[in-house]
């Protein structure tokens, strides 16, 4: 089991930056590929980013590129995700999940989430 819990949500005006984090617990994180999804009101959840268990390979949705960078420290057992240029649509509750296998895009792949963090962009 893993335990995961966001936090570093909160509201922000449009062009700013938040940098979400997600603290793992239970089995060794490092074992785990981990992503960042949201959900906006109304709207199906997807993907935002993802990082191998090594953090070599990393990947985002044409959304939110350029804009955001995922990273994790496999000692402090936390993934991130900084994002900069803040827009209305970036609003949702963002979500980690751990992946037992390889990093992925799609949600029904992942094991184990996190209970999520809101995020407000307002214009």
């Known amino acids: 089991q893993v335990h995961l819990v966001e936090s570093g949500g909160g509201l922000v005006q449009a062009g700013g930056s938040l940098r979400l984090s997600c603290a793992a617990s239970?089995?060794?994180?490092?074992?785990?590929?981990m992503g960042w999804f949201r959900q906006a009101a109304g709207k199906e959840r997807e993907f935002v980013a993802g990082?191998?268990?090594?953090?070599?390979?990393?990947f985002y949705a044409d959304s939110v590129k350029g804009r955001s960078t995922i990273s994790r420290d496999n000692a402090k057992n936390t993934v991130y995700l900084q994002m900069n240029s803040l827009k209305p649509e970036d609003t949702a509750i963002y979500y980690c999940?751990?992946?037992?296998?390889?990093?992925?895009?799609?949600?029904?792949?992942?094991?184990?989430w996190g209970q999520g963090t809101q995020v407000t962009v307002s214009s």
């Open positions: 999940a751990a992946d037992a296998d390889e990093v992925t895009g799609n949600p029904n792949k992942y094991d184990y």
């Open positions: 239970g089995r060794t994180f490092s074992n785990y590929a």
């Open positions: 990082i191998s268990w090594g953090g070599v390979t990393k």
